[in-house]
C-alpha cells in the first residue's frame, strides 16, 4: 500500500471570467512548463524570489500578472516567529521538480519541509475554459502537533484591484484605497483582521480585465489587507487547514 494519502485537498478554482466565458479556452501546459490559454497563464514555481512578488503559483490574466505567491504557509509552536502576525512561507526550494503529465495537461511540484518531517506535493490542472485548480497532497507520517498554523495563502496585486469590488457569500465590498486591516489578538497571538470572509468569493466583477472567483468547499476563506504590515505587501486570500480532519481539511473549488 502507497504511503501517500491526501491528508490535505485543496483544490483552488480560478473561474477568469469575461462575460459568460465566451470565447474562453481550455489551458494546457507548454514547453516550458505553464498553464496557458489565450487568456489565461499559471506560472508554477518558476520564479524563486517571494519577497519581490515572483514565486509560488502566479496568475497572469489578460498579460497582467493579477496574482502571486500561491503557496502553503506554516507557523510552528513556540517558534522563533511568534511576535510575527504572519504564518511564514514553507521555505522555498529553488527550482523545484516539475513533473508533468502532457496527456492530462497536469503539473506536480514536489516540496518538503525537514524540520517536522513535511513532504507533500502540488498538483495544477485545468479545469473547463480557462478554470484550474490546485490539489495538495501530504505523505505520511504527518505529526501536527508542533504546528500552530497551515495554510494556503495567494496575494493580489493591490494597484489593479483598489477600488473595485469583492462579492463573498456573505457580504461586498470594495478593496480599500489605502490599508484599512485591523491586528487582533488570537490564541494569544497578533493577527490581522480579515476585510471579508466567506466560502465564495469574486473580485473586480465589473472589470472582465481581473474578474477572478475562487470557491471554498472547506473552512471559509479571509480576504487581507497585508499593507498593515509592510507598505509593500499586498491583498491576499488565505484559507486555514483543519488539522482535526485527515481528509478535505481545505478544499477550494
Same mark, same amino acid.
Given at each position: @500500500?502507497? =504511503?501517500?494519502?491526501? *491528508?490535505?485537498?485543496?483544490?483552488?478554482?480560478?473561474?477568469? +471570467?469575461? &462575460?459568460f466565458? +465566451?470565447?474562453y479556452? %481550455?489551458?494546457?501546459?507548454?514547453?516550458?512548463? #505553464?498553464?496557458?490559454?489565450?487568456?489565461?497563464?499559471?506560472?508554477? #514555481?518558476?520564479?524563486?524570489?517571494?519577497? !519581490? /512578488? %515572483?514565486?509560488?503559483i502566479?496568475?497572469?490574466?489578460?498579460? /497582467?500578472?493579477? =496574482? +502571486?505567491? &500561491?503557496?502553503?504557509?506554516?507557523q510552528?509552536?513556540?517558534?522563533?516567529?511568534?511576535?510575527?502576525? @504572519?504564518?511564514?512561507?514553507?521555505p522555498?526550494?529553488?527550482?523545484?521538480?516539475r513533473?508533468?503529465?502532457? !496527456?492530462?495537461?497536469?503539473i506536480?511540484?514536489?516540496?518538503?519541509?525537514?524540520e517536522?518531517?513535511?513532504?507533500?506535493? *502540488?498538483?495544477?490542472?485545468?479545469?473547463?475554459?480557462?478554470?484550474?485548480?490546485?490539489?495538495?497532497?501530504?505523505?505520511?507520517?504527518?505529526?501536527?502537533?508542533?504546528?500552530?498554523e497551515?495554510?494556503? %495563502?495567494?496575494?493580489?496585486?493591490?494597484?489593479?484591484?483598489? &477600488?473595485?469590488? #469583492?462579492?463573498?457569500?456573505?457580504i461586498? &465590498?470594495?478593496?480599500?484605497?489605502?490599508?484599512?486591516?485591523?491586528?487582533?489578538? /488570537?490564541? !494569544?497571538?497578533?493577527?490581522?483582521?480579515?476585510?471579508?470572509? !466567506?466560502?465564495? @468569493?469574486?473580485?473586480?466583477?465589473?472589470s472582465?480585465?481581473?474578474?477572478?472567483?475562487?470557491?471554498?468547499?472547506?473552512?471559509?476563506?479571509?480576504?487581507?489587507?497585508?499593507?498593515?504590515?509592510?507598505?509593500r505587501?499586498?491583498? =491576499?486570500?488565505?484559507v486555514?487547514?483543519?488539522?482535526? /480532519? =485527515?481528509?478535505?481539511?481545505?478544499?477550494?473549488?
Amino acid at each position: @500500500m502507497s =504511503a501517500l494519502k491526501r *491528508l490535505v485537498i485543496l483544490s483552488l478554482w480560478c473561474a477568469i +471570467t469575461s &462575460g459568460f466565458h +465566451t470565447g474562453y479556452s %481550455q489551458m494546457a501546459v507548454t514547453e516550458t512548463e #505553464y498553464l496557458h490559454s489565450p487568456q489565461v497563464s499559471v506560472l508554477v #514555481y518558476h520564479n524563486s524570489y517571494p519577497v !519581490g /512578488k %515572483q514565486g509560488g503559483i502566479e496568475i497572469i490574466l489578460h498579460d /497582467k500578472r493579477i =496574482a +502571486t505567491n &500561491g503557496d502553503l504557509h506554516l507557523q510552528l509552536k513556540q517558534s522563533d516567529r511568534e511576535s510575527e502576525i @504572519m504564518a511564514q512561507p514553507i521555505p522555498p526550494i529553488e527550482n523545484p521538480e516539475r513533473i508533468v503529465d502532457r !496527456g492530462s495537461n497536469r503539473i506536480k511540484v514536489l516540496y518538503s519541509h525537514e524540520e517536522i518531517d513535511l513532504r507533500y506535493h *502540488l498538483v495544477i490542472q485545468p479545469l473547463e475554459n480557462s478554470d484550474f485548480e490546485i490539489i495538495v497532497n501530504f505523505e505520511e507520517p504527518f505529526d501536527t502537533s508542533s504546528i500552530d498554523e497551515l495554510s494556503f %495563502q495567494m496575494e493580489f496585486y493591490p494597484e489593479y484591484y483598489k &477600488g473595485k469590488s #469583492y462579492i463573498t457569500n456573505r457580504i461586498s &465590498g470594495v478593496f480599500p484605497h489605502i490599508l484599512t486591516s485591523d491586528v487582533k489578538e /488570537k490564541n !494569544g497571538s497578533s493577527v490581522l483582521s480579515a476585510l471579508a470572509s !466567506g466560502r465564495k @468569493m469574486i473580485f473586480a466583477e465589473e472589470s472582465p480585465e481581473f474578474n477572478i472567483s475562487i470557491e471554498s468547499r472547506g473552512n471559509p476563506m479571509e480576504l487581507i489587507d497585508r499593507r498593515q504590515v509592510a507598505l509593500r505587501e499586498w491583498f =491576499a486570500i488565505k484559507v486555514d487547514a483543519d488539522l482535526s /480532519k =485527515a481528509r478535505n481539511s481545505i478544499h477550494l473549488v
